[in-house]
C-alpha cells in the first residue's frame, strides 16, 4: 500500500471512531509499579452503587474497570508498587461502595498485555479461523465424545 492510501484508510478509522486514540505504552515496572492486581468484587446494590461504580472507575490507580455478568459485580486491574498501596486500594474502593465479597489476586507474570484488536471483522479473510486437519475436519476436542 502506498503512504497516501494508508493515511486515508487512517484517516477514515478516526472518524468511524474505531482509532479513538494514540498513547504510549510505559513500562509499570520501569515506573516502579511492577505488582499487577485484579480485584474481583461482589457488591450490593444500595444506594451507593452507582456512585461508586464512578467513583472506582475515576480513581487514578485503577486501569481497567469492567461491569460485570456473572458471580462478581466488578473486577478492577490495577498496576501499583506494593502490597501496602493495594491496601490503601482496596480501602478506597469499600470506601465508595458496599462489598460483600472481595477476591484479590496478584499476577505473576504476564504472558500477553496490551494485545492489539483485530480491526477486520471476525469472517473477514486472515481472521481467526478454527485450524483443520487433513483430512479437512477440524480437531476434536480430547475426552470422550457426547
Same mark, same amino acid.
Given at each position: 500500500? #502506498?503512504?497516501? #492510501?494508508?493515511?486515508?484508510?487512517?484517516? @477514515?478509522?478516526?472518524?468511524?471512531?474505531?482509532?479513538? =486514540?494514540? @498513547?504510549?505504552?510505559? +513500562?509499570?515496572?520501569?515506573? =516502579?509499579?511492577?505488582?499487577?492486581?485484579?480485584?474481583?468484587?461482589?457488591?450490593?446494590?444500595? *444506594?451507593?452503587? *452507582?456512585?461508586?461504580?464512578?467513583?472506582?472507575?475515576?480513581?487514578? *490507580? /485503577?486501569? $481497567?474497570?469492567? $461491569?460485570?455478568?456473572? $458471580? *462478581?459485580?466488578?473486577?478492577?486491574?490495577?498496576?501499583?508498587?506494593?502490597?501496602?498501596?493495594?491496601?490503601?486500594?482496596? &480501602?478506597?474502593?469499600?470506601? &465508595?461502595?458496599?462489598?460483600?465479597?472481595?477476591?484479590?489476586?496478584?499476577?505473576?507474570?504476564?504472558? @500477553?498485555? +496490551?494485545?492489539?484488536?483485530?480491526?477486520?471483522?471476525?469472517?473477514?479473510?486472515?481472521?481467526?479461523?478454527?485450524?483443520? #486437519?487433513?483430512?479437512?475436519?477440524?480437531?476434536?476436542? @480430547?475426552?470422550?465424545? /457426547?
Amino acid at each position: 500500500m #502506498s503512504a497516501p #492510501s494508508v493515511f486515508e484508510r487512517i484517516r @477514515k478509522l478516526e472518524q468511524r471512531g474505531v482509532i479513538r =486514540g494514540y @498513547k504510549a505504552q510505559v +513500562d509499570a515496572t520501569a515506573n =516502579g509499579r511492577p505488582l499487577t492486581a485484579f480485584i474481583r468484587l461482589t457488591l450490593a446494590y444500595d *444506594d451507593k452503587h *452507582d456512585q461508586g461504580f464512578r467513583a472506582i472507575s475515576a480513581d487514578p *490507580d /485503577v486501569l $481497567e474497570a469492567y $461491569e460485570l455478568a456473572g $458471580e *462478581d459485580c466488578l473486577i478492577v486491574k490495577t498496576r501499583l508498587a506494593n502490597t501496602d498501596e493495594l491496601h490503601t486500594l482496596l &480501602h478506597r474502593i469499600r470506601a &465508595h461502595v458496599t462489598v460483600l465479597r472481595s477476591v484479590t489476586m496478584i499476577g505473576l507474570q504476564a504472558l @500477553k498485555e +496490551d494485545g492489539p484488536l483485530n480491526v477486520a471483522p471476525a469472517s473477514a479473510p486472515g481472521a481467526l479461523q478454527p485450524q483443520v #486437519s487433513g483430512n479437512g475436519h477440524a480437531p476434536r476436542a @480430547k475426552g470422550k465424545g /457426547v
